[in-house]
């Protein structure tokens, strides 16, 4: 089993900027694909980014030239870098992973085996 517990959520003006983190416990290792998530109140939960086993990167359109999703191995540790937050970027922000051949990306949530529990993010003036 693996454990996921994120963290970095908060309040921030638009236009300004948030690191979130994941931090995974129990069987970790380098054997998974990390994603983000996020959910707004009423919507479906939606895929943000993904990083695979080799470090390769994909990003929801609407996330691209903004966010940053990158992973530190030796700290069983993946980061969701947030630049230039709009209004709508508020909902609640989802860290999965799962199992994975080295180079596969997964960005559906049926997908992922494992999900922390979410960190609330919120931009508004």
């Known amino acids: ?45 939606e895929f943000v980014a993904a990083i695979s086993r080799t470090h390769s990167t994909y990003y929801e359109d609407s996330v691209k030239g903004r966010f940053t999703i990158s992973r530190d191995d030796a700290k069983n540790t993946v980061y969701l870098q947030m630049n230039n937050l709009k209004p709508e970027d508020t909902a609640v922000y989802y860290c999965a992973g799962r199992l994975a051949y080295i180079g596969a990306v997964f960005t559906t949530v049926d997908e992922y085996d494992y999900w922390g529990q979410g960190t609330q993010v919120t931009v508004s003036s």
């Open 1 to 45: 089993q693996v454990q996921l517990a994120e963290s970095g959520g908060g309040l921030v003006q638009p236009g300004g900027s948030l690191r979130l983190s994941c931090a995974a416990s129990g069987r970790t290792g380098s054997n998974y694909c990390m994603a983000w998530f996020r959910q707004a109140p009423g919507k479906e939960r």
